[in-house]
């Protein structure tokens, strides 16, 4: 009998907004991890900094610390030093770690916050921020010409027995980095009772370190791996984190705390467990270091965030930059400007005056210190801080819906999508006129704006196969019915 199979084709590796991902045991696979690695190792010797060597770092989604091994061996073959982690932990401390050993690159391990089955690659730039097209294209041309290539690798326990892998555990480090600019003591003196929920993450833990052996009180929710993720997406975002609200809302909290899988992401709720959207703690944040910290550097803000941004920045007068969606593009802008925060939709925020990067910890610390010091000025409990906050930023209601599509013809129908949106400009959405369409930079949707400010964006995903749509209005009935046609614009 004749076989008419096929050789199965290498996938094709291209990094999206952040970092490539992949359906684990499809075209996530050792041999992939291992391209991936080899690109990296490629682009560090380009750059003749290959004696800086690289940082490895991963998650607690399934095999997360194999893949990351695998990476580890072809970079030790070409004699690049690796500091790998000893455990699951955060994606920035990866980025930390960069920093303070001036390395040449850093790799995690992670799929943040996609399904359980998945599983990716990010890449980290010597600043500690997410490589940049600069740095990303090389090593996708490089991945590109090894399909079907075997990637040479020297076993792990050799490596490091050879000292060119040595492993790292970032708390210290990253505890020491937080003190510079969070004040850890007054935060672990307050007498509030806070919830914590990592969604069975790599920040599991975390924060209750950072705040044991004091007065505050913090309950941790799914601290154990699980790399099921309880069967949500492990994004801090409801329905996934509905239990924790549903806590908050029995009470006996002050404040709900969330992150994603990686603990790059943050999330948040009041007291009463309503949840704070993304969109709330980006202008939160941005009034937070304003109002209480006095700074009035820029902040870096993508395309589908919020319209708070530019208010606050004319209220207090610092500029705004509006970037699209990644924080490929973000960190690199918050290093060219000088930003103070940088922010994404999707509940990641960068500092500053900390990395300039994501980090769900950091910005759950600063909104923790925010809502102190709103509570010393006599604005308590944190529903009251969030109804006084938008009397200064003005209204933002807001919400975004996925819309999934089978992996196999999706790049179809971004393309079906996005031409049916330049082809067909609506004149009219959720009954006010469309005043300004924006087609969005990156070429992968639009966003349109009514009479009244509020806006509907449409947006394919470099990642996933979905296409989101993203609505931010004046009130809730404008920002349903924004959804609802942005939706059917979005589904032909």
């Excluded at 010597?126 to 990637?151: D, F």
């Amino acid at each position: 009998m004749t076989s008419t199979a096929q050789p199965r084709r290498a996938p094709a590796i291209i990094f999206g907004t952040d970092g490539w991902r992949a359906r684990t045991a499809d075209d996530y696979t050792f041999e992939s991890v291992r391209r991936c690695a080899d690109g990296v190792a490629e682009q560090v010797e380009g750059r003749g900094e290959a004696a800086k060597g690289v940082v490895i770092a991963f998650d607690r989604r399934f095999a997360s610390e194999h893949f990351a091994a695998a990476a580890a061996e072809v970079l030790a073959a070409r004699g690049i030093p690796v500091a790998l982690a000893t455990a699951a932990v955060p994606t920035q401390m990866s980025s930390l770690e960069v920093v303070l050993r001036g390395a040449a690159a850093g790799i995690v391990i992670t799929a943040s916050h996609n399904p359980w089955t998945d599983n990716g690659f990010k890449v980290k730039a010597p600043t500690g921020a997410a490589a940049g097209a600069e740095m990303l294209k090389p090593i996708e041309a490089r991945i590109a010409r090894t399909a079907g290539i075997e990637i040479e690798r020297r076993p792990l326990a050799d490596a490091e027995a050879a000292g060119l892998v040595t492993r790292f555990d970032p708390y210290d480090a990253y505890e020491a980095h937080v003190r510079k600019t969070v004040d850890l003591d007054a935060l672990r003196a307050a007498d509030v009772s806070v919830l914590v929920e990592p969604l069975w993450g790599a920040g599991a833990g975390w924060i209750s370190r950072l705040l044991g052996g004091g007065r505050i009180r913090v309950t941790e929710l799914h601290q154990e791996r699980n790399p099921y993720f309880g069967g949500v997406n492990p994004e801090p975002i409801r329905p996934n984190v509905n239990e924790a609200l549903a806590r908050l809302a029995a009470g006996g909290f002050d404040l709900g705390l969330m992150l994603d899988g990686d603990a790059d992401r943050a999330g948040a709720a009041d007291e009463r467990g309503v949840f704070i959207h993304q969109l709330q703690v980006t202008g939160l944040l941005a009034y937070y270091l304003a109002e209480h910290r006095g700074w009035r550097d820029p902040v870096v803000y993508s395309v589908n965030n919020t319209s708070m941004v530019p208010r606050l920045g004319a209220r207090y007068g610092f500029d705004v930059h509006e970037v699209p969606v990644g924080f490929k593009f973000i960190g690199p802008k918050m290093i060219e400007t000088g930003a103070m925060l940088g922010a994404e939709e999707s509940g990641g925020f960068g500092l500053g005056m900390h990395l300039p990067e994501r980090d769900g910890i950091y910005a759950d610390l600063l909104l923790l210190d925010l809502f102190l010091r709103e509570r010393a000025r006599g604005v308590w409990p944190v529903s009251k801080a969030i109804e006084h906050f938008h009397q200064v930023a003005g209204p933002s209601f807001y919400l975004r819906t996925d819309l999934h599509f089978e992996r196999a013809g999706y790049d179809a129908v971004k393309e079906r999508i996005v031409e049916g949106l330049r082809a067909a400009t609506p004149a009219e959405l959720a009954g006010q006129a469309v005043v300004r369409t924006q087609a969005l930079s990156t070429g992968d949707g639009y966003k349109f704006f009514v009479e009244d400010g509020s806006w509907v964006m449409i947006r394919t995903s470099g990642t996933e196969p979905l296409c989101r749509v993203y609505a931010e209005a004046t009130s809730e009935p404008t920002r349903d019915r924004l959804l609802a046609d942005g939706e059917r614009l979005a589904r032909g």
